[in-house]
Nanobody, 123 residues
Protein backbone atom coordinates (compact mmCIF):
# COMPACT_ATOMS: atom_id res chain seq x y z
CA UNK A 1 0.00 0.00 0.00
CA UNK A 2 1.32 3.41 -0.94
CA UNK A 3 -0.01 6.66 0.45
CA UNK A 4 0.59 10.06 -1.10
CA UNK A 5 -0.30 13.09 1.00
CA UNK A 6 -0.72 16.55 -0.48
CA UNK A 7 -2.32 19.91 0.15
CA UNK A 8 -0.04 21.42 2.75
CA UNK A 9 1.20 24.96 2.57
CA UNK A 10 1.55 28.30 4.29
CA UNK A 11 -1.62 29.95 5.59
CA UNK A 12 -2.51 32.80 7.91
CA UNK A 13 -4.10 32.08 11.26
CA UNK A 14 -7.84 31.69 10.81
CA UNK A 15 -7.44 30.33 7.32
CA UNK A 16 -8.22 26.92 5.87
CA UNK A 17 -6.47 24.09 4.08
CA UNK A 18 -7.62 20.73 2.77
CA UNK A 19 -5.20 17.86 2.87
CA UNK A 20 -5.61 14.84 0.63
CA UNK A 21 -4.14 11.37 0.86
CA UNK A 22 -4.37 9.10 -2.16
CA UNK A 23 -3.91 5.37 -1.63
CA UNK A 24 -2.81 2.75 -4.12
CA UNK A 25 -1.90 -0.89 -4.07
CA UNK A 26 -4.44 -2.14 -1.57
CA UNK A 27 -8.11 -2.42 -0.70
CA UNK A 28 -8.65 1.13 0.49
CA UNK A 29 -12.34 0.68 1.23
CA UNK A 30 -11.54 -1.85 3.98
CA UNK A 31 -8.95 0.27 5.79
CA UNK A 32 -9.36 2.59 8.71
CA UNK A 33 -7.52 5.80 7.84
CA UNK A 34 -5.90 8.31 10.14
CA UNK A 35 -4.14 11.64 10.13
CA UNK A 36 -1.28 12.36 12.50
CA UNK A 37 1.03 15.35 12.83
CA UNK A 38 4.46 16.10 14.16
CA UNK A 39 5.48 19.60 15.15
CA UNK A 40 9.14 20.62 15.36
CA UNK A 41 10.71 19.19 18.50
CA UNK A 42 7.61 17.24 19.46
CA UNK A 43 6.41 13.67 19.16
CA UNK A 44 3.95 12.65 16.51
CA UNK A 45 0.36 12.96 17.67
CA UNK A 46 -3.05 11.78 16.59
CA UNK A 47 -5.27 14.25 14.74
CA UNK A 48 -8.23 12.39 13.28
CA UNK A 49 -9.37 8.97 12.08
CA UNK A 50 -12.21 7.53 10.04
CA UNK A 51 -13.54 3.99 9.97
CA UNK A 52 -13.44 2.00 6.76
CA UNK A 53 -17.16 2.57 6.19
CA UNK A 54 -16.81 6.30 6.64
CA UNK A 55 -19.62 6.48 9.15
CA UNK A 56 -17.54 6.89 12.31
CA UNK A 57 -14.92 9.55 12.89
CA UNK A 58 -12.61 10.43 15.76
CA UNK A 59 -10.79 13.65 16.59
CA UNK A 60 -8.17 14.89 18.97
CA UNK A 61 -9.61 17.41 21.40
CA UNK A 62 -7.28 20.08 20.03
CA UNK A 63 -8.87 19.97 16.57
CA UNK A 64 -12.46 19.01 17.36
CA UNK A 65 -14.88 21.46 15.79
CA UNK A 66 -12.24 22.84 13.41
CA UNK A 67 -11.05 19.82 11.42
CA UNK A 68 -13.15 17.33 9.46
CA UNK A 69 -11.95 13.99 8.17
CA UNK A 70 -13.75 12.35 5.25
CA UNK A 71 -13.10 9.74 2.62
CA UNK A 72 -14.10 8.87 -0.91
CA UNK A 73 -13.70 5.14 -1.36
CA UNK A 74 -14.37 5.42 -5.09
CA UNK A 75 -11.31 7.66 -5.38
CA UNK A 76 -9.20 5.82 -2.79
CA UNK A 77 -8.68 9.13 -1.04
CA UNK A 78 -9.02 10.46 2.49
CA UNK A 79 -9.28 14.17 3.23
CA UNK A 80 -8.65 16.45 6.17
CA UNK A 81 -10.46 19.77 5.98
CA UNK A 82 -8.79 22.18 8.38
CA UNK A 83 -10.59 25.40 9.27
CA UNK A 84 -9.78 28.21 11.67
CA UNK A 85 -6.15 27.19 11.66
CA UNK A 86 -3.93 28.28 14.53
CA UNK A 87 -0.15 28.67 14.76
CA UNK A 88 -0.06 25.61 17.00
CA UNK A 89 -1.39 23.53 14.08
CA UNK A 90 1.96 24.02 12.35
CA UNK A 91 3.40 20.56 11.73
CA UNK A 92 4.09 17.90 9.17
CA UNK A 93 0.87 15.99 8.61
CA UNK A 94 0.95 12.28 7.86
CA UNK A 95 -1.80 10.01 6.66
CA UNK A 96 -1.81 6.38 7.69
CA UNK A 97 -3.71 3.21 6.84
CA UNK A 98 -4.82 0.41 9.12
CA UNK A 99 -5.74 -2.69 7.09
CA UNK A 100 -6.91 -4.55 10.22
CA UNK A 101 -9.61 -2.01 10.86
CA UNK A 102 -8.80 -1.46 14.53
CA UNK A 103 -6.61 1.63 14.52
CA UNK A 104 -7.95 4.88 15.86
CA UNK A 105 -5.63 7.12 17.84
CA UNK A 106 -2.66 4.80 18.36
CA UNK A 107 -0.05 5.18 15.66
CA UNK A 108 1.21 1.67 16.43
CA UNK A 109 -1.95 0.16 14.91
CA UNK A 110 -1.30 1.73 11.51
CA UNK A 111 0.78 -0.31 9.09
CA UNK A 112 1.26 2.11 6.21
CA UNK A 113 2.30 5.75 6.21
CA UNK A 114 2.49 8.53 3.68
CA UNK A 115 5.48 10.81 3.29
CA UNK A 116 3.93 13.79 5.04
CA UNK A 117 2.85 17.22 3.91
CA UNK A 118 3.94 20.38 5.69
CA UNK A 119 1.47 22.86 7.12
CA UNK A 120 2.66 26.23 8.39
CA UNK A 121 0.26 28.64 10.08
CA UNK A 122 1.54 32.15 10.63
CA UNK A 123 0.07 34.56 13.13
Amino acid sequence: VQLQASGGGLVLAGGSLRLSCAASGGTFSSYNMGWFRQAPGKEREFVAAIKWSGGITYYADSVKGRFTISRDNAKNTVYLQMNNLKPEDTAIYYCAADPQGVGVSSEFLYDYWGQGTEVTVSS
